[in-house]
């Protein structure tokens, strides 16, 4: 597609519940990233994929937290028994590869605004 | 811990107006400093990447500047126009990896 595009745009979700967000990452880019982003705070690294392997998953704050990446495009991000504190906008972006500026250059998705109540 | 912090957290400037951003870090090893405007409700957008050699680079009515020895980046913004009003975020790689450093971001609303 012609960017990073990410869903649902809105998820609100009863604590407990289980959720999953989506990334379709822009075509051709082989590294993919999570970030969560809460009011007011710079955005926080949650894991890292290059192609369908995820080399670091140490920023994923808890193991409810995890994601998966197939045939080296969407990845899903996974949130198990949802907390308040869960409540955040997630964001995806791409790159093409993360060894020299350019291909360092990342594409960011809208984000999943998600509210745990 | 690598930290990268902005100021001033928001701004309020009235259209046609220019204004600069601060962004002062500690991440080391430094490989290069990025401003990404965000919008509400969307996505960061890349304005400028630079490498420790770049003092300055532009794109369009935005000038980032940086000091590689002191550790300050500004991102100036000339003649402002209301659809610069967003969030912009200073980022900060150390290279080869992937866990950038984040800025909170300066929120700035231009006013007609």
Known sequence: ?117 | KNQVEQSPQSLIILEGKNCTLQCNYTVSPFSNLRWYKQDTGRGPVSLTIMTFSENTKSNGRYTATLDADTKQSSLHITASQLSDSASYICVVSSGGDYKLSFGAGTTVTVRA
Do not use: M
Request: hydrophobic share 30%; with cysteine.
């Open chain 1, 1 to 117: 597609g012609a960017g990073v595009s990410q869903s649902p745009s809105n998820k609100v979700t009863e604590k407990g519940k289980d959720v999953e967000l989506r990334c379709d990452p822009i075509s051709g880019h082989t590294a993919l990233y999570w970030y969560r982003q809460r009011l007011g705070q710079g955005l926080e690294f949650l894991i890292y994929f290059q192609g369908n392997s995820a080399p670091d998953k140490s920023g994923l704050p808890s193991d409810r937290f995890s994601a998966e990446r197939t045939g080296e495009s969407v990845s899903t991000l996974t949130i198990q028994r949802t907390q308040q504190e869960d409540s955040a906008v997630y964001l995806c972006a791409s790159s093409l590869v993360n060894r020299d500026l350019e291909g360092e250059k990342l594409f960011f998705g809208s984000g999943t605004q998600l509210s745990v109540l």
